[in-house]
Protein backbone atom coordinates (compact mmCIF):
# COMPACT_ATOMS: atom_id res chain seq x y z
CA UNK A 1 0.00 0.00 0.00
CA UNK A 2 1.26 3.71 -0.72
CA UNK A 3 2.10 5.89 2.20
CA UNK A 4 -1.16 7.89 2.17
CA UNK A 5 -3.41 4.34 2.30
CA UNK A 6 -1.74 3.86 5.07
CA UNK A 7 -2.66 7.16 6.60
CA UNK A 8 -6.14 6.34 6.13
CA UNK A 9 -6.39 4.55 10.03
CA UNK A 10 -5.99 7.08 12.65
CA UNK A 11 -7.31 5.93 15.82
CA UNK A 12 -8.70 8.78 18.21
CA UNK A 13 -9.53 7.37 21.85
CA UNK A 14 -12.40 5.22 22.37
CA UNK A 15 -14.32 7.80 19.57
CA UNK A 16 -12.50 5.02 16.80
CA UNK A 17 -12.73 7.87 14.19
CA UNK A 18 -10.21 6.60 11.83
CA UNK A 19 -10.12 9.60 9.04
CA UNK A 20 -7.58 12.17 8.94
CA UNK A 21 -8.29 15.92 8.89
CA UNK A 22 -7.77 18.27 6.24
CA UNK A 23 -5.44 19.75 8.30
CA UNK A 24 -3.92 15.87 8.89
CA UNK A 25 -2.89 15.12 5.79
CA UNK A 26 -1.17 18.75 5.07
CA UNK A 27 1.08 17.78 7.70
CA UNK A 28 1.58 14.22 6.43
CA UNK A 29 2.25 15.44 2.84
CA UNK A 30 4.83 18.55 3.94
CA UNK A 31 6.66 16.23 5.89
CA UNK A 32 6.78 13.50 2.95
CA UNK A 33 7.83 16.30 0.61
CA UNK A 34 11.02 17.71 3.18
CA UNK A 35 12.06 13.77 3.79
CA UNK A 36 11.90 12.81 0.06
CA UNK A 37 13.90 16.40 -0.36
CA UNK A 38 17.04 14.56 1.62
CA UNK A 39 16.22 10.78 0.71
CA UNK A 40 18.12 7.53 1.68
CA UNK A 41 21.46 8.78 0.64
CA UNK A 42 21.30 11.79 2.75
CA UNK A 43 21.03 9.55 5.60
CA UNK A 44 23.89 7.27 4.68
CA UNK A 45 26.37 9.63 4.04
CA UNK A 46 25.64 11.36 7.51
CA UNK A 47 25.58 7.81 9.25
CA UNK A 48 29.49 7.17 7.30
CA UNK A 49 30.63 10.73 8.17
CA UNK A 50 28.93 10.63 11.96
CA UNK A 51 27.55 13.93 11.59
CA UNK A 52 24.23 15.83 13.23
CA UNK A 53 21.88 16.29 10.81
CA UNK A 54 21.61 19.70 11.20
CA UNK A 55 20.50 20.88 7.62
CA UNK A 56 17.73 18.05 8.02
CA UNK A 57 16.29 19.16 11.25
CA UNK A 58 16.65 23.10 10.18
CA UNK A 59 14.68 22.36 7.45
CA UNK A 60 11.82 20.49 9.67
CA UNK A 61 11.66 23.47 11.59
CA UNK A 62 10.93 25.58 9.32
CA UNK A 63 8.15 24.07 7.58
CA UNK A 64 6.46 24.27 11.34
CA UNK A 65 6.65 20.44 11.78
CA UNK A 66 9.67 21.14 14.90
CA UNK A 67 6.80 22.91 16.76
CA UNK A 68 3.63 21.23 16.04
CA UNK A 69 2.89 20.67 19.54
CA UNK A 70 3.94 23.77 21.27
CA UNK A 71 2.01 26.85 21.73
CA UNK A 72 1.48 29.40 18.44
CA UNK A 73 2.53 32.39 20.46
CA UNK A 74 5.51 30.97 20.61
CA UNK A 75 6.21 30.18 16.73
CA UNK A 76 4.54 26.30 16.91
CA UNK A 77 1.30 24.93 16.09
CA UNK A 78 -0.66 24.31 19.16
CA UNK A 79 -1.51 20.81 17.80
CA UNK A 80 -1.61 17.29 19.09
CA UNK A 81 0.95 14.13 19.75
CA UNK A 82 -1.40 12.28 17.09
CA UNK A 83 -0.18 14.80 14.16
CA UNK A 84 2.95 14.94 15.41
CA UNK A 85 3.65 10.78 15.13
CA UNK A 86 1.80 11.34 11.70
CA UNK A 87 4.24 13.60 10.31
CA UNK A 88 7.32 11.14 12.00
CA UNK A 89 6.10 8.64 10.63
CA UNK A 90 6.21 9.89 6.90
CA UNK A 91 10.22 11.51 7.80
CA UNK A 92 11.55 7.92 8.84
CA UNK A 93 9.91 6.07 6.16
CA UNK A 94 11.57 8.69 3.17
CA UNK A 95 14.69 7.92 4.36
CA UNK A 96 15.82 9.12 8.27
CA UNK A 97 14.60 5.81 9.73
CA UNK A 98 14.22 4.99 13.66
CA UNK A 99 16.76 8.41 14.04
CA UNK A 100 14.12 10.54 13.76
CA UNK A 101 11.93 9.62 16.81
CA UNK A 102 15.27 10.36 18.41
CA UNK A 103 15.42 13.93 16.79
CA UNK A 104 11.82 14.28 18.06
CA UNK A 105 12.71 12.92 21.69
CA UNK A 106 15.54 15.43 21.92
CA UNK A 107 13.71 18.55 21.21
CA UNK A 108 9.51 18.76 20.64
CA UNK A 109 10.15 16.10 23.79
CA UNK A 110 12.87 16.35 26.63
CA UNK A 111 12.78 20.17 25.68
CA UNK A 112 9.44 21.04 24.37
CA UNK A 113 7.41 18.81 26.66
CA UNK A 114 9.30 19.95 29.97
CA UNK A 115 9.73 24.28 28.97
CA UNK A 116 5.95 24.13 28.42
CA UNK A 117 4.16 22.28 30.41
CA UNK A 118 6.23 22.92 33.35
CA UNK A 119 8.74 25.43 32.90
CA UNK A 120 7.79 29.31 34.23
CA UNK A 121 6.75 32.00 31.89
CA UNK A 122 10.11 33.43 31.47
CA UNK A 123 11.36 30.03 30.70
CA UNK A 124 8.27 29.77 27.96
CA UNK A 125 9.21 32.95 26.72
CA UNK A 126 12.95 32.91 26.57
CA UNK A 127 13.69 29.02 25.12
CA UNK A 128 10.55 27.76 23.00
CA UNK A 129 10.83 30.39 19.94
CA UNK A 130 14.72 29.20 19.47
CA UNK A 131 13.39 25.54 20.33
CA UNK A 132 10.91 25.51 17.67
CA UNK A 133 12.71 27.14 14.90
CA UNK A 134 15.16 24.97 15.33
CA UNK A 135 18.29 27.46 16.78
CA UNK A 136 18.41 25.73 20.14
CA UNK A 137 18.83 21.77 20.91
CA UNK A 138 18.07 19.75 23.49
CA UNK A 139 18.84 16.67 25.27
CA UNK A 140 18.13 14.61 28.62
CA UNK A 141 19.96 13.35 31.19
CA UNK A 142 18.57 10.35 33.15
CA UNK A 143 20.40 7.34 32.74
CA UNK A 144 22.98 6.45 35.02
CA UNK A 145 25.57 3.40 34.90
CA UNK A 146 24.48 2.04 38.36
CA UNK A 147 20.90 3.09 38.31
CA UNK A 148 19.71 1.51 34.35
CA UNK A 149 16.00 1.22 33.92
CA UNK A 150 15.61 1.76 37.67
CA UNK A 151 14.88 5.62 37.30
CA UNK A 152 14.32 5.94 41.36
CA UNK A 153 17.50 5.08 42.16
CA UNK A 154 19.73 7.48 40.34
CA UNK A 155 22.65 8.89 42.35
CA UNK A 156 23.11 12.31 41.02
CA UNK A 157 22.45 14.98 43.61
CA UNK A 158 21.47 18.38 43.66
CA UNK A 159 22.45 19.81 46.97
CA UNK A 160 21.26 23.70 47.98
CA UNK A 161 23.81 27.00 47.58
CA UNK A 162 22.71 30.17 48.07
CA UNK A 163 19.76 30.35 45.75
CA UNK A 164 20.74 27.68 43.67
CA UNK A 165 22.14 24.30 44.18
CA UNK A 166 25.53 22.15 42.98
CA UNK A 167 25.46 19.29 40.97
CA UNK A 168 27.35 16.33 41.22
CA UNK A 169 27.18 12.80 39.42
CA UNK A 170 27.19 11.18 36.22
CA UNK A 171 24.68 10.11 33.36
CA UNK A 172 25.54 7.61 30.74
CA UNK A 173 24.09 7.22 27.71
CA UNK A 174 22.78 10.08 27.15
CA UNK A 175 21.92 10.78 23.27
CA UNK A 176 22.46 14.04 21.54
CA UNK A 177 24.77 15.73 24.11
CA UNK A 178 27.51 17.30 21.65
CA UNK A 179 24.88 18.98 19.50
CA UNK A 180 22.87 20.08 22.63
CA UNK A 181 22.83 23.88 24.31
CA UNK A 182 20.75 22.55 26.85
CA UNK A 183 20.34 19.34 29.01
CA UNK A 184 17.24 18.46 30.91
CA UNK A 185 18.80 17.01 34.04
CA UNK A 186 17.39 14.31 36.33
CA UNK A 187 18.62 14.95 39.91
CA UNK A 188 18.10 13.61 43.38
CA UNK A 189 17.93 16.74 45.94
CA UNK A 190 16.78 14.62 48.83
CA UNK A 191 18.39 11.09 49.49
CA UNK A 192 16.35 7.93 48.26
CA UNK A 193 16.07 7.24 52.65
CA UNK A 194 15.08 10.44 53.27
CA UNK A 195 12.02 10.30 51.26
CA UNK A 196 8.64 8.76 52.59
CA UNK A 197 7.85 7.73 49.28
CA UNK A 198 10.51 6.62 46.71
CA UNK A 199 9.34 8.70 44.15
CA UNK A 200 9.94 11.69 46.64
CA UNK A 201 12.67 13.58 45.94
CA UNK A 202 13.61 13.99 42.27
CA UNK A 203 13.92 17.64 40.74
CA UNK A 204 14.26 18.54 36.95
CA UNK A 205 16.81 21.02 36.31
CA UNK A 206 17.42 22.61 32.77
CA UNK A 207 20.81 23.89 32.43
CA UNK A 208 23.52 24.68 30.06
CA UNK A 209 25.52 22.13 28.32
CA UNK A 210 28.41 24.26 28.22
CA UNK A 211 29.09 24.84 31.57
CA UNK A 212 32.05 25.04 34.43
CA UNK A 213 32.23 21.07 35.94
CA UNK A 214 30.42 19.42 33.42
CA UNK A 215 31.94 17.33 30.73
CA UNK A 216 31.36 14.90 28.24
CA UNK A 217 32.83 12.13 26.26
CA UNK A 218 31.41 9.87 23.62
CA UNK A 219 30.32 6.22 23.55
CA UNK A 220 31.69 4.06 19.82
CA UNK A 221 28.32 1.98 18.92
CA UNK A 222 27.03 0.06 16.13
CA UNK A 223 24.74 2.69 14.93
CA UNK A 224 22.55 6.19 15.61
CA UNK A 225 25.61 7.70 14.16
CA UNK A 226 23.90 10.67 13.42
CA UNK A 227 23.44 11.13 17.05
CA UNK A 228 26.22 11.48 19.26
CA UNK A 229 25.53 8.81 22.98
CA UNK A 230 27.81 9.93 25.67
CA UNK A 231 29.05 9.89 29.25
CA UNK A 232 28.57 13.30 31.28
CA UNK A 233 30.24 14.20 34.24
CA UNK A 234 29.22 16.97 37.00
CA UNK A 235 31.79 18.08 39.41
CA UNK A 236 30.09 21.21 41.39
CA UNK A 237 27.75 22.67 38.34
CA UNK A 238 26.16 25.39 39.69
CA UNK A 239 22.18 25.60 38.51
CA UNK A 240 20.50 28.96 38.77
CA UNK A 241 16.95 29.62 40.56
CA UNK A 242 15.46 29.99 37.36
CA UNK A 243 16.94 26.87 35.61
CA UNK A 244 14.22 24.47 37.84
CA UNK A 245 11.71 22.57 36.03
CA UNK A 246 8.39 22.37 38.54
CA UNK A 247 8.72 21.92 41.47
CA UNK A 248 12.28 20.71 43.89
CA UNK A 249 11.65 17.39 45.41
CA UNK A 250 8.62 16.96 42.86
CA UNK A 251 9.94 15.98 39.46
CA UNK A 252 8.60 12.72 39.28
CA UNK A 253 5.09 13.24 37.77
CA UNK A 254 6.59 16.03 34.95
CA UNK A 255 9.28 13.21 34.09
CA UNK A 256 7.08 10.59 33.53
CA UNK A 257 4.73 13.02 30.89
CA UNK A 258 8.10 13.66 29.22
CA UNK A 259 8.58 9.61 29.10
CA UNK A 260 5.56 8.84 27.74
CA UNK A 261 5.59 11.21 25.18
CA UNK A 262 8.78 9.60 24.47
CA UNK A 263 7.35 6.32 24.03
CA UNK A 264 5.25 8.07 21.37
CA UNK A 265 7.33 9.45 19.21
CA UNK A 266 10.19 6.62 19.03
CA UNK A 267 7.24 4.30 17.77
CA UNK A 268 6.06 6.59 15.39
CA UNK A 269 9.64 6.39 13.92
CA UNK A 270 9.98 2.67 14.71
CA UNK A 271 6.70 2.68 12.41
CA UNK A 272 7.85 4.38 9.80
CA UNK A 273 11.49 2.38 9.35
CA UNK A 274 9.40 -0.80 8.82
CA UNK A 275 7.16 0.51 5.98
CA UNK A 276 10.37 1.72 4.63
CA UNK A 277 12.28 -1.18 4.90
CA UNK A 278 9.19 -3.56 3.69
CA UNK A 279 8.80 -1.16 0.69
CA UNK A 280 12.55 -1.31 -0.06
CA UNK A 281 12.22 -5.24 0.00
CA UNK A 282 9.24 -5.77 -2.20
CA UNK A 283 10.70 -3.24 -4.89
CA UNK A 284 13.73 -5.46 -5.09
CA UNK A 285 11.94 -8.68 -4.63
CA UNK A 286 9.64 -7.71 -7.96
CA UNK A 287 12.58 -6.87 -9.91
CA UNK A 288 14.75 -9.74 -8.80
CA UNK A 289 14.51 -12.60 -10.83
CA UNK A 290 16.37 -16.30 -10.61
CA UNK A 291 16.26 -19.52 -11.74
CA UNK A 292 13.47 -18.38 -14.71
CA UNK A 293 11.65 -15.32 -15.30
CA UNK A 294 9.45 -15.20 -12.28
CA UNK A 295 10.81 -12.50 -9.89
CA UNK A 296 11.74 -13.46 -6.24
CA UNK A 297 8.38 -11.66 -5.03
CA UNK A 298 5.92 -15.00 -6.68
CA UNK A 299 7.27 -17.25 -4.00
CA UNK A 300 5.87 -17.64 -0.47
CA UNK A 301 8.75 -17.87 1.47
CA UNK A 302 9.74 -13.74 0.20
CA UNK A 303 6.00 -13.11 0.59
CA UNK A 304 4.94 -14.17 4.69
CA UNK A 305 7.52 -13.14 6.26
CA UNK A 306 7.57 -9.71 4.81
CA UNK A 307 3.65 -9.69 4.80
CA UNK A 308 3.89 -10.84 8.71
CA UNK A 309 5.98 -7.82 10.14
CA UNK A 310 3.64 -5.56 8.11
CA UNK A 311 1.03 -7.21 9.99
CA UNK A 312 2.67 -6.82 13.35
CA UNK A 313 3.40 -3.38 12.70
CA UNK A 314 -0.05 -2.17 11.50
CA UNK A 315 -1.00 -2.79 14.90
CA UNK A 316 1.96 -1.34 16.34
CA UNK A 317 0.81 1.65 14.20
CA UNK A 318 -2.42 1.49 15.78
CA UNK A 319 -1.97 1.53 18.96
CA UNK A 320 0.57 4.23 18.67
CA UNK A 321 -2.52 6.37 17.35
CA UNK A 322 -4.49 5.27 20.41
CA UNK A 323 -1.68 6.34 22.68
CA UNK A 324 -1.28 9.64 21.07
CA UNK A 325 -5.11 10.40 20.98
CA UNK A 326 -5.74 9.56 24.42
CA UNK A 327 -2.87 11.87 25.37
CA UNK A 328 -4.50 15.00 23.47
CA UNK A 329 -7.72 14.34 25.40
CA UNK A 330 -6.19 14.51 28.81
CA UNK A 331 -6.49 10.97 29.33
CA UNK A 332 -4.13 8.11 30.70
CA UNK A 333 -1.92 6.81 28.08
CA UNK A 334 1.07 5.14 29.24
CA UNK A 335 -0.21 1.36 29.08
CA UNK A 336 -0.84 2.25 25.67
CA UNK A 337 2.31 3.85 24.83
CA UNK A 338 4.14 1.44 26.48
CA UNK A 339 2.56 -1.49 24.58
CA UNK A 340 2.76 0.46 21.09
CA UNK A 341 6.51 0.77 21.96
CA UNK A 342 6.70 -2.75 22.73
CA UNK A 343 5.29 -4.42 19.41
CA UNK A 344 7.31 -1.15 16.94
CA UNK A 345 10.30 -2.66 18.32
CA UNK A 346 9.91 -6.15 17.85
CA UNK A 347 8.13 -6.04 14.65
CA UNK A 348 10.30 -3.00 12.78
CA UNK A 349 13.74 -5.68 13.91
CA UNK A 350 11.75 -8.03 12.22
CA UNK A 351 10.52 -6.13 9.03
CA UNK A 352 14.17 -4.91 8.65
CA UNK A 353 16.03 -8.20 9.33
CA UNK A 354 13.53 -9.79 6.63
CA UNK A 355 14.10 -7.11 4.26
CA UNK A 356 17.97 -7.41 3.78
CA UNK A 357 17.40 -11.47 3.84
CA UNK A 358 15.11 -10.57 0.98
CA UNK A 359 18.22 -8.68 -0.92
CA UNK A 360 20.38 -11.54 0.16
CA UNK A 361 24.37 -10.08 -0.12
CA UNK A 362 23.13 -6.98 -1.56
CA UNK A 363 21.07 -6.40 1.93
CA UNK A 364 24.92 -6.17 3.51
CA UNK A 365 25.41 -3.69 1.49
CA UNK A 366 25.40 0.20 2.45
CA UNK A 367 24.36 1.08 -0.74
CA UNK A 368 21.43 -0.63 -0.50
CA UNK A 369 20.48 1.15 2.97
CA UNK A 370 18.95 -1.72 5.00
CA UNK A 371 22.07 -2.15 6.83
CA UNK A 372 21.94 1.12 8.03
CA UNK A 373 18.05 0.94 9.36
CA UNK A 374 18.78 -2.48 10.45
CA UNK A 375 21.27 -1.11 13.10
CA UNK A 376 19.74 1.84 14.01
CA UNK A 377 16.49 0.33 15.26
CA UNK A 378 18.26 -2.54 17.30
CA UNK A 379 18.89 0.19 19.30
CA UNK A 380 15.06 0.35 20.80
CA UNK A 381 14.32 -3.21 21.64
CA UNK A 382 15.93 -2.20 25.24
CA UNK A 383 15.64 1.90 25.10
CA UNK A 384 14.35 4.23 25.70
CA UNK A 385 12.79 1.82 27.89
CA UNK A 386 13.53 -1.99 27.63
CA UNK A 387 10.72 -4.76 26.45
CA UNK A 388 11.55 -6.63 29.51
CA UNK A 389 10.56 -3.68 31.71
CA UNK A 390 7.38 -3.45 29.91
CA UNK A 391 5.99 -6.54 29.94
CA UNK A 392 6.50 -6.12 33.74
CA UNK A 393 4.90 -3.30 33.56
CA UNK A 394 1.71 -5.04 32.00
CA UNK A 395 1.82 -7.91 34.23
CA UNK A 396 1.83 -5.83 37.40
CA UNK A 397 -0.85 -3.10 36.07
CA UNK A 398 -2.88 -4.60 33.24
CA UNK A 399 -3.09 -8.04 34.45
CA UNK A 400 -3.09 -7.39 38.43
CA UNK A 401 0.00 -9.92 38.90
CA UNK A 402 2.34 -8.85 41.87
CA UNK A 403 5.88 -7.37 41.29
CA UNK A 404 8.66 -9.08 40.04
CA UNK A 405 11.48 -7.61 40.46
Known sequence: ?????????????????FSLTEEQRMICDTARKVGEKFGLDYWRERDKAKEFPGDFWKQVCEVGIGGVTLPEEFGGSDLGMLDLALAIEQLARSGGGSTIGQLFMLN???????????GSEAMRAELLPPLISGDLMCCMGLTEPDAGTNSIEIKTFARPDGDGWRLNGKKHWITGTASAHKILVVA?????????????GITL???DVEREGLSHT??????????????????EVYIEPQELIAEVDRG????????????????????????LAIELAVNYANDRKVFGERSISSYQAIQFPLAQ???????????????ASLCDAGEAYGAESNLA???????????????????????????????RLWRDQRLFRFAPVSEEMILNFVAQHNLGMPRSY
Open 309 to 323: AYAEIQCARMMNYKA
Open 252 to 275: WKPLLDVLNTERIVTTAGLVGTAD
Open 108 to 118: PIFGGVAINQY
Open 218 to 235: KIEKLGTNTLDSSAIFFD
Open 1 to 17: NSASDQLERPCRGNAMD
Open 188 to 200: RTKKRDAVERKTD
Open 205 to 207: FLI
Open 341 to 371: KLIASQACDKATIQAMQTLGGMGYASEFHLE
